[in-house]
């Protein structure tokens, strides 16, 4: 049978699970249900979520760390995460990053929806991303005052790039008064003249970051003049902010290794153009070394007067020649034009004539071959070889 006529079981797995898990709308979800079957294992833990009607199976990865919540059989609860396919058995899962108590989980929810909302609007789309400029000579920055983020963003830009001016625009990054504050500084950010902007806010509570979900923020991140670097400080769960950013990390030191470049490669790279420079002009001097020696040791350059005196000879061997042939050519055509005079004066009446022969015509110019083109009466002219004389026919016989 034909391999191409039919799929492995794999094949159709692999194919599904490439489907589901490429569809945008299963990369973020938040399922409601009752734990049953809870297992907690070292490295994850599993468990289904089910309510009346159907189950799905729910895997939950520790990453060397426990969920806040743990649940057990029977909890109803809120499980965000996105849908996977385990392609070696067939079959889809929810993977949880997050879990919660059914009742508390109120806020998510909002916030998926949310979340939804602007994805529809296009704000999180990548045609929208701003490309980084590759050498910023103005970096902004927005972080808590004193704060350790801020830290580490003016010492990483500084020992990557010191030729880099930093602008520093305080705010708070959490709390209820954290949102209009970020926009406050955004505000001053986007009225100065810089190449790129950092938002910052360093390790903290997940909670903490409910400030960079607000709605109002992030649409204002997302009309941004300047291209824009989230460093919210999560990993797994990111907020809004991060998605409408034009790039994302997870910690400060990462955003200054984004922003700039580093001098020490940027150093390497004088280095490394130095030397290719310096091939490429010691290639090019070689090389019209050879073009002038080759030129220095042509007959023109080496002996001018030589030259011109071997063209001299040349041209009046051709003044010879040339003479020469006219001369051939005008005797041949004078032969020529002699022998077709003497064919020509060969063929002429007149030389018949002076032979003693004599042309008699009619007194209209009709020469007379034959008896009976005259009659008697008739005036006739004979041309002899000195003269003419006319007669009259008398007689014929």
């Known amino acids: 049978m034909d391999s191409r006529s039919y799929l492995t079981i794999k094949e159709i797995n692999s ?43 729910a895997v939950f990865f520790l990453y060397g760390a426990y969920p806040k919540y743990l649940p057990k059989d029977g909890d109803e609860v809120l499980v965000t995460g996105t849908i996977s396919v385990y392609v070696k058995d067939g079959s889809y899962q929810i993977n949880a990053k997050q879990i919660e108590m059914f009742g508390l989980g109120d806020q998510l929810l909002a916030l998926q929806k949310l979340k939804e909302k602007l994805l529809k609007e296009g704000l999180f789309d990548a045609s929208k991303k701003k490309p980084l400029p590759r050498y910023p000579r103005v970096v902004g920055m927005i972080a808590g005052r004193d704060s350790a983020a801020l830290k580490d963003l003016t010492t990483n830009l500084f020992r990557r790039y010191p030729l880099a001016q930093q ?21 001053l950010a986007y009225q100065y003249p810089m190449d790129v902007l950092i938002i910052a806010r360093g390790g903290g509570a997940e909670e903490d970051l409910s400030a960079f979900n607000d709605e ?18 999560h990993e797994i769960n990111l907020s809004l902010v991060d998605l409408v950013a034009d790039q994302r990390v997870s910690t400060p030191t990462g955003a200054a290794e984004l922003a700039v470049p580093n001098k020490d490669d940027l150093y390497q790279d004088l280095i490394v153009s130095a030397e290719r420079a310096h091939q490429a002009i010691k290639t090019m001097l070689t090389l019209k070394l050879k073009q002038w020696t080759a030129l220095s040791q042509r007959p023109v350059l080496m002996s001018p007067l030589g030259m011109y005196q071997m063209q001299k000879d040349t041209n009046e061997t051709y003044r010879v020649r040339l003479n020469q042939a006219i001369k051939l050519l005008f005797q041949k ?20 004539i002076k032979r003693g022969y004599a042309l008699t015509t009619t007194a209209s110019g009709k020469v007379v071959h034959s008896l009976s083109e005259v009659t008697i009466g008739d005036l006739i002219t004979t041309q002899l070889n000195d003269g003419t004389f006319t007669s009259e026919v008398k007689k014929k016989g």
């Open 216 to 233: 109002a923020l992030v649409r204002k991140v997302a009309t941004s003049p300047i291209p824009t670097i989230a460093a919210i400080g």
């Open 167 to 187: 602008v520093f625009f305080p705010s708070l990054v959490q709390g209820p008064l954290a949102p209009k504050d970020l926009m406050r500084a955004l505000e």
């Open 15 to 57: 194919a599904i699970k490439a489907h589901i898990e490429g569809e945008l709308s299963f990369r973020s979800v938040v399922l409601k249900g009752e734990v049953s079957n809870f297992r907690q294992y070292p490295k994850a833990l599993y468990f289904s979520l089910k309510d009346q009607e159907a189950k799905i199976s």
């Open 333 to 352: 055509t004078l032969g020529r034009h002699q022998q077709s005079k003497a064919s020509l004066e060969a063929l002429s009446p007149f030389a018949v």
